[in-house]
Nanobody, 113 residues
């Protein structure tokens, strides 16, 4: 399974970005699709995830600002990020669980104050 993430960039505080991550390879169905982030000097943390049944989890720090969604036909997960804050600056990684977990390459999100 290969993951291709895109959508990161530089944005001012209060702005929005939309991340995408497309999975390819031998995939029958994806159990969980998730976004993690790692800020400089900090541990990687779970931002949001969505199950095959549509259940979603959000970290407290992003609730009400970020929205995770998935397109099962395209094996793609999205993260709509609104009202961005400087503390959202991090490398964002997608992860999918297809029996085992797979990580995508990171995409850098930088929020300027």
């Amino acid at each position: 399974v290969q993951l291709q993430a895109s959508g990161g960039g530089l944005v001012q505080a209060g702005g929005s970005l939309r991340l995408s991550c497309a999975a390819s390879g031998s995939i029958f169905s994806i159990d969980v699709m998730a976004w993690y982030r790692q800020a400089p000097g900090k541990q990687r943390e779970l931002v949001a995830d969505i199950t095959s049944g549509g259940s979603m989890y959000y970290a407290e720090s992003v609730k009400g600002r970020f929205t995770i969604s998935r397109d099962n036909a395209k094996n793609t997960v999205f993260l709509q990020m609104n009202s961005l804050k400087p503390e959202d600056t991090a490398v964002y990684y997608c992860r999918v669980v297809v029996g085992v977990g797979y990580w995508g390459q990171g995409t850098l999100v930088t929020v300027s104050s």
